[in-house]
């Protein structure tokens, strides 16, 4: 099964970064909350990083970190986050 994850940023910047996933090569990559069977509820810590309960339960289900930079490689679309998660 494909199952990959990066951190992308919430802005074009190098601001606050969130967990993307992304569960076959022909989708764009995702935020994590657009995956209810996937994702687990954010730690509440201030400031923390959205995601990271998820990237830790899904790094120990075998999915794949991808650097940020190779999400957007080989013409693989980012979906563009609206508001705030």
């Not at 970064?17 to 954010?42: E, G, M, N």
């Not at 075998?62 to 986050?81: H, I, K």
Request: aromatic letters at 16%; glycine letters at 8%; a positive charge.
């Amino acid at each position: 099964m494909y199952r990959q994850m990066c951190w992308i940023s919430k802005s074009s910047g190098d601001g606050d970064k969130i967990l993307y996933l992304q569960t076959a090569p022909s989708q764009p990559w995702r935020p994590y909350t657009h995956f209810p069977q996937y994702s687990v509820p954010d730690y509440q810590i201030p400031g923390g990083s959205k995601g990271w309960a998820t990237y830790q339960k899904l790094l120990k289900a075998g999915w794949t970190l991808v650097p940020s930079a190779r999400a957007n490689e080989f013409g693989s679309s980012v979906y563009q986050l609206t508001v705030d998660s």
